[in-house]
C-alpha cells in the first residue's frame, strides 16, 4: 500500500510539473513582443472590422429613403411636440387671473407711460436762448442706405410667412410693409444695424397668436426663441435670403 501511494504521489508531482512548464511556456509567450504585437495587430483588425460594419450600416439607412423619411418624420414629431407643450403651457398661463391683471397693468402702464413721453416731448426747457427737447427713442438714427435697404426689405412682407406658403403674392400686394415690422437681429446701434433686419409679421415678431392659427405661428421675443429657430430657420439664414430676394449686396461683408 505505501508503494502504490508513492506511485500515486509521483504521477500526481509529474502532473503538476507539466501543468507548470505548460503555465510557464505561456507566460513567457505572452510576455514576448512578437506575441503582443499580434495580439495589438488582431485587436486592431477586429476594431476596423467592427468599424467597416458600423460605417455600412449607417450608409444603407443613409441611401435608403424611408429610413430619412422616417427619420426627418421623427424630427418633426419631436420638434411639433415640444411646440405644443410650450403653447399648452402658454395658453394655461394667458388663461389664469393673474395673467390677465397683469396684462392689463402692463397696457394701462404702457398707455399712461405713452402720454407722459408725448407730454414731456412737448415740453421745452429755456436755457438761455437754446431749447433743449426730450431724446426719444434709444438707438442711432440709420443711414441713407440702410433707410434704402429696410424700405426693400419691408416690401417683402413676412419672409417667415412666405416660406410656409402662408403669405400669398395677394396679401403682399394688399398689405404692404403695413403689417410687416422689421426685427433688428443685432441692436440699433451697432454699424449696419440697421441693415440686418428680418420682416416679419406680428405673429412672428412679438404678438402671440390667436388660438386658431397653425400651431407652428409663434414671436421670436416673446415665445421661445429656439423653437423659433427650429421651425423657421436661423436669422443669418433668413437674413440672406432676405438679401436674395431684393437682389442686393449685405454691405458688411
Known sequence: MPQDNSE????IAKANAARQRQFDKQQAKQASPEYQKELQEKQQASQLKFQQRAFEKMKAQLDDPEYLEAQQQK?????????????????IK????EYKKQQIKKVTAAKDKAVQKEKKSKTVISVGV?????????????????????????????ICCLN???????MA?????????????E?????WAHAKVLPLCAYHHD???????PEELTPIHRGNKKEWIALNGTEDELLKQVYGIIEEDQPWL
Not at 418633426?76 to 407643450?85: D, G, I, L, P, V
Not at 410656409?164 to 395677394?170: E, P
Not at 441692436?187 to 454699424?191: A, H, N, V
Open 173 to 185: 400686394e394688399q398689405e404692404s410693409t403695413k403689417f410687416v415690422s422689421l426685427h433688428h437681429i
Open 8 to 11: 500515486y504521489e509521483k504521477k
Open 164 to 170: 410656409k406658403n402662408w403669405y400669398t403674392s395677394d
Open 130 to 158: 437754446k431749447k433743449i427737447k426730450s431724446k426719444g427713442l434709444k438707438g442711432r438714427n440709420p443711414t441713407a442706405l440702410e433707410k434704402k435697404l429696410a424700405n426693400k426689405i419691408g416690401d417683402i412682407g413676412c
Open 207 to 213: 404678438t402671440p397668436a390667436p388660438s386658431h392659427a
Open 75 to 91: 424630427q418633426r414629431e419631436t420638434q411639433m411636440k415640444a411646440f405644443e407643450k410650450q403653447r399648452a403651457r402658454q395658453q
Open 94 to 97: 394667458e388663461a389664469s387671473p
Open 187 to 191: 441692436g440699433r446701434t451697432k454699424e
